[in-house]
C-alpha cells in the first residue's frame, strides 16, 4: 500500500488567497484525522472523520477553515481566506478506527502564508 | 478533558548514553502508543502497549506500560545519531479512534 497520500508537499501563498490540501487515505481506513503543527503549539488535531462523518470539529480554529470527505478515500482542508498565522505543517492521518487506533500519517503539506 | 503529559520536552543526549522519557495520563488508558518524527518528517508509529505493566522491546527501545495504566516510559540504549527526532506518546481519547497526544519529547544527539 501506498500509504497516505497528501498533496501538494508543499505551498506557498499570498495573504487573502483560498488554500486547499488534499488527503488519501490508506485504503480500508474507516478514520481520517487532519492535525496542523507549529512550533508553538506543536500537533494539534483540527478535525477527524469516520466513515466520512464529521465527528469532531472542536480544534477547527475559525470558520475560515473548513474539512469535507466526499468518499472513503479523498478528504480535503480548505483555508479561505489564509492568513499568515495558518503557516504551519498540515498532516493528515488515517486509522482503521474503533478499536484499532494505529494512526499513520502522511508526509505533510508545508503551507506558507506570506 | 483527558490530558497526556510528556516528560522532558527536550532532551541532549551523549552519543552512546542512555536515557528515558516519560508519558503520564490524567486518566486510565486502555492502550498507549509511541510514534516518532525526524526532523522535517512525519509521525510515524513505532509501538502500541495494551497490558498492565508490559514491557516490549525494539531493539536498543524499551517500551513499558506502567501498573495502573495512566504512565507509560520509552527508555534507549546507547543513544546513536539515528535516535534523533521526536517521540510522542499517544492515548486513545474517545471511541472514534481519536488519540490525545502528548507534546513530544525533542531528543537531540551530540557525537
Known amino acids: 500500500d501506498a500509504g497516505v497520500i497528501q498533496s501538494p508537499r508543499h505551498e506557498v501563498t499570498e495573504m487573502g488567497q483560498e488554500v486547499t490540501l488534499r488527503c488519501k487515505p490508506i485504503?480500508?481506513?474507516?478514520?481520517l484525522f487532519w492535525y496542523r503543527q507549529t512550533m508553538m503549539r506543536g500537533l494539534e488535531l483540527l478535525i477527524y472523520?469516520?466513515?466520512?462523518?464529521?465527528?469532531?470539529d472542536s480544534g477547527m480554529p475559525e470558520d475560515r477553515f473548513s474539512a469535507k470527505m466526499p468518499n472513503a478515500s479523498f478528504s480535503t482542508l480548505k483555508i479561505q481566506p489564509s492568513e499568515p498565522r495558518d503557516s504551519a505543517v498540515y498532516f493528515c492521518a488515517s486509522s482503521l478506527g474503533v478499536d484499532k487506533n494505529i494512526q499513520y500519517f502522511g508526509a505533510g503539506t508545508r503551507l506558507s502564508v506570506l | 478533558g483527558q490530558q497526556v503529559m510528556q516528560i522532558p520536552q527536550y532532551q541532549h543526549v551523549q552519543e552512546g548514553e542512555d536515557f528515558t522519557t516519560y508519558c503520564n495520563s490524567s486518566?486510565?488508558?486502555?492502550?498507549i502508543q509511541w510514534y516518532k518524527q525526524r526532523p522535517g518528517g512525519h509521525p510515524v508509529f513505532l509501538i502500541q502497549?495494551?497490558?498492565?505493566?508490559e514491557v516490549k522491546k525494539q531493539k536498543r527501545l524499551t517500551f513499558q506500560f506502567g501498573e495502573a495504566k495512566k504512565n507509560s516510559s520509552l527508555h534507549i540504549t546507547a543513544t546513536q545519531t539515528t535516535d534523533v527526532g521526536t517521540y510522542f506518546c499517544?492515548?486513545?481519547?474517545?471511541?472514534?479512534?481519536?488519540?490525545?497526544f502528548g507534546a513530544g519529547t525533542q531528543v537531540v544527539v551530540t557525537p
Open positions: 486518566t486510565t488508558l486502555s492502550n
Open positions: 499517544a492515548g486513545p481519547s474517545d471511541s472514534w479512534g481519536k488519540l490525545q
Open positions: 485504503s480500508g481506513h474507516n478514520s
Open positions: 472523520f469516520n466513515n466520512n462523518v464529521p465527528i469532531d
Open positions: 502497549l495494551v497490558k498492565s505493566g
